[in-house]
């Protein structure tokens, strides 16, 4: 209860001083009336989510999800405001007392504050403000499909040209737009790509909440199958269950549905893709992350029945099993497939120029194509969303690989 009302009264207090500035730049009252009226629309919004909303657990989605992502918004808008006035009132304040102590008026007073400068401040804090507005009900179905062609010196012939989709962090509890996410899938089926490759993550907490997007990923087409591994939020270890029974009856549902789905699930196993006269094998194992993430991949176990020598594609959730583990086995993987960052949901990608999100100072490793030590990842950005419910600038992707036999010179 403490932390709540310290929470609201801080609140109020950016408000009020967000606030003044209103008042500088737009004389009109109702204008004011409604700033006020969002603020509180927005806090009270929240507290209910937050203490009489759904189910206790680490993850937001749905109703909570919006509440924290409207309270991020004004927040953004609020603290970005702030920085400019607080440097103004500083300049005002010593102003004021440099004046009492040697003007000629003994009386202490405030220079009055600039309007040019609040307009600077609002009008910059705007921006922000528009785009998480913005990645709220449009980025996050701005599906891109991004295409990379990766080339390998022992890539076996028949395979010159295969293709692959990858998509990742489905994360079906989030969804709201059955719409935008027809339109995604079919987007992948226009790939017509020669296998599909689910990295994890396909839902928040629990298996209910992709029950009634199935019908929609079951459609998904590729002529070799469609394959898929386990991400973090798939074993349910976000939120309480009553028993251990459930928690451990709500995976093998999960197993369970993306069998009936079409996809061939990869538990620390693997699978020969073959073609012609070659094969390649197809590695998946269950989540493997740095930190306090879930650390059920054996990447021991899922390679016992392979040879050394194959040509392997490896599908593991999270990119930090790659940094850790992936790259100084000395099986060797040609290309490894992962998500679990997305991005952060936030960040500035301009091809050629910039790449940045602050999730990078996370994961080295964060979205994209890298190579070390003659081996590839690709980080997917994700196909779905999770706690702010949108994408700015880190937009849900579909990636394409094109397998390709490096020419000799």
Known sequence: ????????????????????????????PWWHYLYITIALVVLINFIYQFTAGEEAGRVLSGPKSYAFGFLLTVLTFKI??????????IFRIGTGVYQKIFGA??????????????IIALGIAAIPFGALLYGMFKGKYNFKVLKYDLEFDDLPDDFNGYQITQISDI?????????????????????????????????NNKTEEMIPWADLFATLEAKDGKFSVLG??????YIQWETEALKSQNLQDLKDLQKEMGF???????????????KIALIGVENWGKGGFKKAGDLQKATALIDKD???ILMSH??????EEVIHDDKHFHLTLSGHTHGMQFGIEIPGWIKWSPVKWRYKYWAGIYTELGQFINVNRGFGFLGYPGRVGIWPEITVITLKKKALT
């Open 105 to 118: 008026s003994q009386e202490f007073s405030l220079p009055q504050r600039r309007r040019f400068l609040s």
């Open 171 to 203: 994360h079906s509890g989030s969804f709201d737009n059955r719409k935008k996410i027809a339109y995604a899938v079919d987007l992948i089926n226009q790939q017509k790509s020669d296998a599909i490759l689910f990295t994890g993550d396909m839902v």
């Open 232 to 237: 973090n939020h798939d074993y349910g270890d």
């Open 1 to 28: 209860m403490l932390r709540w009302i310290v929470f609201v009264i801080v609140y109020i207090g950016l408000s009020v001083y967000v606030l003044q500035a209103l008042k500088t730049v737009v004389r009109q």
């Open 318 to 323: 999270d990119p930090s099993h790659w940094e």
């Open 264 to 278: 061939d699930l990869l538990l620390n196993e693997h699978r020969y893709l073959r073609k012609g006269k070659d």
């Open 80 to 89: 970005i405001t702030i920085l400019f006035l607080f440097s103004e009132d």
């Open 310 to 312: 194959d040509f392997k």
